[in-house]
């Protein structure tokens, strides 16, 4: 199995909901595992979880589950049959229980708040931005649509106008369901769809709370122009960022994508936030078994920038080459990974004394070269560690099987699970792993930690392994605080 630092997120789909595909894609390097719940039913769902966990059990590794909540997105309805487009074609877009069959182009649309939104001159844009009508004409009955690009409009396509907000709930009562159903089977992250503040996130992690799934993260799928406009707020409220090249492309002009996806993941590196980029990173796969060099190129740059997790999507829902998708992406993150010094949380006047910590355990392994070896019940001293991107590894090491899926997420974090549930015992434990060879690390000096406490205690333990001579020590001295 593959052991890089930038992580990879599939999405589970027709494609790849078969015990023995998950079982490739986690050994071909994925970490993550999405579902959709645009897509599917609830049997489906939980069978996919069921997938997941034993593959996990099995392969002896930690895999965050990630539930994507539909949100307020516009679908158009069921068709017969594919719609044929040509550009200057005119369709109808009619209200659902007004479609008919006939020799007109009829697109049914059951969300009627967004017919009545529409203006004469809006852009629409279906299918990932590949079909784009332009609205000629709004009545009672509907509304005509231009078609300015050749397309074929099948059922449950999404739907957008561009550069408008439409203002429909963020949780609608259906998804309030699906959030029951994503605590009930303890799900990792739920990724929050059509963010346009903090208070949507607020709402969801009050939901959370209510369901006794506080150990729930969030994360704010950033699609909308409000959600640009308010980034920072998003950002500090959530517990990590997606940047959803699909929407944004839909929404903005496709030049402007790359330099939102740049502000995107600067802002949340700044603050110390997971970040995920996804949508058509190795589109070509849907249908080849090989990427082409631009997307290989666009990889790149996304590591470049320093994303943690690179998300697959229509690749492994889809596609017909799930696998080979993952084990191109891991191939890319391996070749590149190692000459790319990705971009850091810069300490900050106003960050507490833990985030100093953190920051002082790594500035101490960089300065070592020694890995980081921290024992954490909930994951916050890791998450706070890994924030400021060390050069060197870091392992994690919980009694908590929530924790470690959860920290899965996060770039150049590794996995490891102990039996101990004090802190002072769970560091004696890590440490004889370390000494014995159960947990093994490239570097010839280790750094253990696990965080700050209010008594005294030791704070950080220095394992020189002596690579070179067989030797392996404990250093004399180790940090303390009051």
């Given at each position: 199995m593959t052991r890089t630092k930038t992580k990879i997120a599939v999405t589970v789909g027709a494609a790849s909901r078969r015990p023995e595909l998950i079982r490739e894609m986690a050994l071909a390097g994925a970490?993550?595992?999405r579902i959709n719940y645009s897509h599917g039913s609830v049997e489906e769902w939980r069978e996919?979880?069921?997938m997941v966990r034993e593959a996990e059990a099995e392969l002896g590794i930690h895999l965050a589950l990630i539930g994507d909540l539909p949100g307020p997105s516009v679908r158009v309805g069921i068709l017969e049959e594919p719609i044929d487009v040509k550009a200057g074609d005119v369709v109808k877009l009619v209200p659902l229980e007004k479609a008919r069959g006939g020799a007109e182009k009829v697109i049914p649309l059951p969300n009627e708040a967004v017919l009545k939104a529409l203006r004469q001159g809006h852009v629409i844009l279906m299918d990932d931005g590949l079909a784009a009508f332009r609205v000629e004409s709004v009545s009672s009955s509907g509304a005509a649509l231009k078609a300015l690009t050749d397309a074929k409009i099948s059922s449950r396509k999404s739907m957008v106008v561009r550069g408008r907000d439409l203002n429909l709930p963020t949780i609608s009562s259906k998804e309030v369901e699906i959030v029951k159903f994503a605590a009930g089977e303890k799900f990792d992250y739920i990724g929050l769809s059509y963010v346009r503040g903090e208070r949507d996130i607020a709402m969801l992690r009050g939901m959370l709370l209510s369901l006794g799934a506080e150990q729930t993260s969030i994360i704010a799928k950033i699609e909308v122009p409000v959600a640009v406009r308010n980034l920072k707020e998003i950002v500090?409220?959530?517990?990590?960022?997606?940047?959803a090249r699909?929407?944004?492309?839909?929404?903005?002009?496709?030049e402007e994508v790359p330099n939102l996806q740049s502000m995107i993941v600067k802002e949340s590196v700044e603050k110390g936030k997971p970040v995920i980029v996804a949508t058509q990173l190795l589109g070509s796969m849907i249908e080849n078994p090989v990427p082409t060099r631009s997307e290989v190129v666009d990889v790149v740059a996304a590591m470049s920038e320093g994303?943690?997790?690179l998300m697959l999507t229509n690749e492994t829902a889809i596609g017909r080459h799930p696998v080979e998708a993952v084990r191109w992406l891991s191939k890319i993150i391996e070749r590149y990974e190692p000459g790319i010094t990705p971009p850091k949380k810069r300490l900050e006047p106003e960050d507490d004394i833990r985030t100093r910590f953190a920051y002082g355990v790594a500035l101490l392994a960089e300065s070592l070269n020694a890995?980081?070896?921290v024992y954490t019940v909930s994951?916050?001293?890791?998450?706070?560690?890994a924030s400021f991107r060390p050069s060197t590894n870091v392992i994690a090491a919980s009694p908590n099987k929530g924790t470690l899926r959860m920290l899965a997420l996060l770039r150049g974090v590794e996995t490891i699970e102990v039996s101990s549930t004090s802190y002072e015992e769970g560091l004696n434990e890590v440490a004889k792993k370390l000494m014995s060879g159960e947990i093994r690390v490239k570097e010839p000096t280790v750094v253990l930690t696990y965080g700050m406490r209010e008594e005294l205690i030791h704070l950080v333990k220095i394992i020189h392994l002596g690579l070179e001579s067989g030797e392996r020590r404990i250093a004399e001295g180790s940090a303390q605080t009051a």
């Open positions: 970490r993550c595992f996919t979880v069921k500090d409220a959530a517990d990590a960022i997606l940047v699909g929407d944004l492309g839909m929404h903005f002009p496709l994303v943690d997790v890995a980081i070896l994951g916050r001293t890791a998450q706070r560690i």
